[in-house]
């Protein structure tokens, strides 16, 4: 039986399901392939772990990451750092392997101390204290974010992922089998790639949500000021009480290693400890509204000097 003579006993439905197959296959003979597998959208923390998630699980997966922000960007960012929790620190170290740059670039944690206040005293000694007094086993950091972002983005050019650098203006989804279309914008110039799967990992401005209408407003309406200050505060010396400095039981040899809180009422300020102390510039305005902003407990603590 000839191939005509076969068509002409498929139902109307069966060769119109034929029809639409051999037209899909026509189609995409004729696509191109698509530059890369992966195309991620961002270069902070989230777009670079995932790229070398990616690579490390997929080597032969074609991966492009495009990122607003050249880098290396400078270690002191517009974030106050960050302050790994147990499981964050064993992703970081375990995981990606970053041991080495955690144990040499980052600092260790050695706990929190939380001081709270009682009928206005201002001797800390005499505040009630919750902290931890020595190193725990279970290893934590504090970490500067522009240095870390850098150490990732090396370790992705070091394992053959490719980065762009460029705004994201619109991702054309494609149909089918069809590879999306990102545009991206360096300078003046406009740039298309195509990727088989497009994730979008570049923070607040993410173009997928907003493209998708995926974003919602939330209730949560809260506010902080951060500062960084250029030279080293010790706890230590806020009292000269011998039995109080005793709490510490490594002693006064890691102060820089303890995040303080402290808290009044409803208002709280931190003290958290970085790799490099620097400072820049600020307005007269913010300067003020930053002292106004943390003047509160630590205002009203009586310090030995």
Same mark, same amino acid.
């Not at 899909?24 to 989230?46: F, K, Q, W």
């Not at 490594?250 to 208002?267: D, M, S």
């Given at each position: ?21 051999i037209k ?12 890369? =597998? ?26 492009r990451l495009?990122?607003?922000? *050249? ?7 517009? /974030? ?11 992703? $970081? ?5 970053? *041991? ?56 992705? $050019? ?42 979008? *990992? ?11 209408? $995926? ?15 250029? /030279? ?15 709490r510490l039981? $490594? ?5 820089? !290693? ?21 400072? /820049? ?9 930053? !002292?106004? *902003?943390?003047?509160? =407990?630590?205002? !009203? ?5």
């Open positions: 039986m000839n191939v005509q003579a076969q068509l002409s006993q498929l139902s109307k439905e069966s060769r119109e399901a034929l029809a639409q197959k899909s296959r026509l189609l995409n003979a004729e696509t191109a392939r698509p530059d890369h =597998d992966v195309a991620v959208i961002g270069g902070g923390v989230a777009a670079l772990t995932l790229a070398l998630e990616i690579r490390r699980a997929r080597p032969e997966t074609r991966i495009i990122e607003s922000t *050249a880098h290396p960007v400078p270690e002191i960012t517009h /974030t106050v750092g960050e302050s790994t929790v147990e499981i964050a620190a064993q992703y $970081l170290r375990d995981r990606l392997g970053l *041991a080495d740059h955690l144990s040499t670039s980052q600092i260790r944690k050695m706990g929190l101390r939380m001081f709270f206040s009682h009928d206005g005293n201002t001797d800390i000694a005499q505040r009630v204290e919750l902290g931890s007094s020595a190193f725990t086993p279970q290893v934590t950091y504090q970490i500067d974010r522009g240095r870390l972002e850098n150490e990732l983005n090396r370790r992705c $050019l070091s394992e053959g992922i490719e980065i762009a650098t460029g705004r994201v203006r619109s991702v054309d989804f494609g149909g089918g089998d069809r590879p999306h279309t990102i545009c991206v914008q360096h300078g003046d110039t406009l740039t298309h790639t195509t990727a088989r799967w497009v994730v979008d *990992a570049s923070g607040r401005n993410r173009a997928l949500p907003r493209k998708l209408d $995926l974003r919602r407003a939330n209730d949560h309406n809260c506010n902080a000021v951060w500062l960084r200050i250029a /030279t080293e505060i010790d706890i230590g010396r806020w009292s000269a009480d011998e039995s109080w400095q005793a039981v $490594l002693g006064l040899a890691y102060p820089a !290693r303890l995040g303080i809180h402290q808290r009044r009422h409803c208002r709280r300020s931190w003290l958290s400890p970085v790799r490099r102390f620097q400072h /820049t510039r600020q307005s007269p305005s913010l300067a003020r509204g930053v !002292r106004t *902003a943390v003047r509160g =407990d630590a205002g !009203r603590i009586r310090t030995p000097d």
